[in-house]
């Protein structure tokens, strides 16, 4: 390629290629925070079933109201907390999935820049070799007109 064609098109490529990076970094972060909100909504599950069961032991035996309102509104506030933990799994599980999309996106990007850079230097140099069979038969046809040299 040209030298300013060729600076132009690698100074597009490591742009494109910065950007598939950020990208990338993007989706491991979301992919970070996914896990970080699965592991939160096992523990949160698990805070509301203990819960549950302390309220259905606390149900076998002789309770006050006071212990009955207290295990109820904690066991509440687990079922509050599990939910709230759920939704931000979601939540982070659709992040995952727009940054998946954006890098796929970023990818197809990256790759059409090299297809075309390689189908212009392809170009390029079919130019180049035509050039050359061109001054070749120029130069066949001069010793052709010139006919048999005397030797």
């Known amino acids: 390629m040209s030298g300013e ?3 132009r098109f690698a100074r597009l490529a490591e742009l494109r290629q910065r950007e598939l990076d950020k990208e990338a970094a993007a989706l491991a972060r979301a992919r970070e925070k996914e896990q970080a909100a699965r592991a939160k909504l096992e523990e949160a599950e698990a ?7 302390a309220r259905d032991s606390l149900a076998k035996g002789a309770a006050s109201a006071s212990d009955w309102s207290a295990q109820e509104a904690w066991l509440a506030s ?4 599990a939910e ?9 599980a659709r ?3 727009v940054a998946r999309e954006s890098v796929v ?4 990007r990256v790759r059409g820049m090299e297809t075309l850079m390689e189908r212009v230097e392809a170009s390029e140099r079919e130019a180049l070799a035509q050039a050359d069979r061109k001054t070749e ?3 066949a046809g001069q010793v052709v007109l010139s ?3 005397s030797r």
């Not at 805070?47 to 069961?53: G, I, T």
């Not at 709230?84 to 982070?92: H, M």
């Open 105 to 108: 996106k970023v990818r197809v």
């Open 47 to 53: 805070q509301a079933k203990a819960a549950l069961l």
């Open 95 to 97: 992040a995952v999935e």
């Open 84 to 92: 709230r933990a759920s939704d931000q799994r979601v939540e982070c």
């Open 137 to 139: 038969d120029e130069i």
């Open 147 to 149: 006919g048999p040299s």
């Open 5 to 7: 064609r060729t600076r």
């Open 78 to 81: 687990q079922r509050k907390k």
